[in-house]
């Protein structure tokens, strides 16, 4: 029921009680639901944050994808197929919780094949070895657990429901990864090798994933009040650091960091900065691949075109056949 503020604005009564139940849901960690009112900020910054994702996930599939015809035995195979399938699923989970913001897919579609809209930094780098595979597995999907698990506590409800199954799909990826790894360390020094060069490759790439510093980072402090990002993307940083040199010893591999020690004051490791003049060039759309993978989204849409409208036209067939 509407109430008059002491000026007498019924409709500045209904925003303020709007938003003081839009603030009280945030602080009693409740979830905001798509049909709950919500400032427009916030929406703008979900939408913004999760379309980057669903994008993420679909550009991701390249830099494996590039391996599945050359994998080395059909169970390396089956096992790569499955889990480029599985990125392209979450992809379409998180295109459908930014649609339940008001999104439109296929303007999300445009915004990323014409350069719009970021996806991650890391999809840039080119696979070059079928150890790329496991290092992809290991340490991006590591990266990417390490960041989405807060997540799954995000305020805003389907983004937080997407997140959990996402992340148990994501947990699989990183296992087949250090699995695959550990085979390849188990085998010949040329494996181990190749091993050692993917991961010297992929370390910084996969830092800058969790994003600029934190003082560089515009938005995660608002982000944060809205219980969007549940941790700074330093924190996120550190803790994949911490969780990743005890597997790189298990595994017999070093990461090309002289600066990475223990810190026994701080209770976590000291390790360097990745070099941030080259993240800014990838996510200006200057990385080694920008150029080529949005050209394949482009290609795979345009390509589809034809099976968007024949599905339209079997559903609206559907319709017809129900009504008549
Ligand atoms: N790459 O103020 P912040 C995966 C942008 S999924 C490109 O710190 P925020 C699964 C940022 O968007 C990987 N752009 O921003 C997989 C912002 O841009 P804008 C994707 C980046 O949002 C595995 C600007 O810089 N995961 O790997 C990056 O608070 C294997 C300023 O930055 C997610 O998207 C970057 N690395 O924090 C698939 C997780 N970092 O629009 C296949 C959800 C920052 O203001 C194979 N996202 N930017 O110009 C997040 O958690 C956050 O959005 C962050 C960035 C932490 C990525």
């Not at 379409?92 to 579609?109: H, M, P, W």
């Not at 982000?223 to 700074?232: A, E, F, G, L, V």
Request: glycine content about 6%; proline content about 5%; charged content about 25%.
């Amino acid at each position: 029921m509407t109430t008059a503020t002491p000026s007498g604005d019924p409709l500045a009564a209904d925003a303020s009680a709007l938003q003081q139940h839009f603030d009280d849901t945030i602080a009693s960690d409740q979830r905001i639901e798509p049909r709950d009112w919500m400032p427009d900020g916030y929406r703008k910054t979900l939408i913004r944050q999760i379309a980057q994702h669903a994008h993420s996930e679909i550009i991701g599939m390249q830099p494996e994808g590039n391996w599945i015809t050359r994998a080395p035995s059909l169970r390396r195979k089956s096992i790569l197929l499955a889990k480029v399938q599985d990125e392209a699923g979450h992809g379409l989970y998180l295109y459908s919780a930014a649609e339940t913001l008001g999104a439109d897919r296929a303007d999300l579609t445009d915004q990323l094949i014409s350069g719009k809209q970021k996806y991650s930094s890391i999809f840039n780098y080119p696979s070059l070895t079928f150890a790329d595979v496991g290092v992809i597995g290991w340490l991006v999907d590591g990266a990417a657990i390490c960041n989405q698990v807060p997540l799954c506590r995000s305020s805003f409800g389907p983004y937080g429901r997407a997140m959990i199954r996402v992340c148990k799909e994501e947990s699989f990826h990183q296992r087949q990864g250090y699995e695959l790894l550990m085979s390849m360390m188990r085998g010949t020094q040329a494996q181990r090798d190749m091993v050692q060069e993917a991961v010297d490759r992929w370390w910084w790439p996969a830092l800058m994933m969790f994003g600029p510093p934190d003082d560089r980072s515009p938005n995660t402090e608002q982000s944060m009040q809205w219980k969007i990002k549940r941790h700074t993307n330093d924190e996120l940083r550190q803790r994949f650091v911490d969780m990743s040199v005890p597997q790189a010893k298990a595994l017999g591999v070093t990461f090309p960091d002289p600066a990475l020690v223990w810190n026994a004051e701080r209770g976590h490791h000291d390790f360097d900065e990745p070099d941030w003049s080259e993240f800014m060039a990838v996510i200006g759309g200057n990385g080694a691949c920008n150029v080529e993978r949005v050209a394949n989204r482009r290609a795979a849409h345009e390509e589809g075109e034809w099976v968007r409208a024949a599905a339209v036209a079997f559903a609206n067939r559907q319709r017809e056949e129900a009504q008549s």
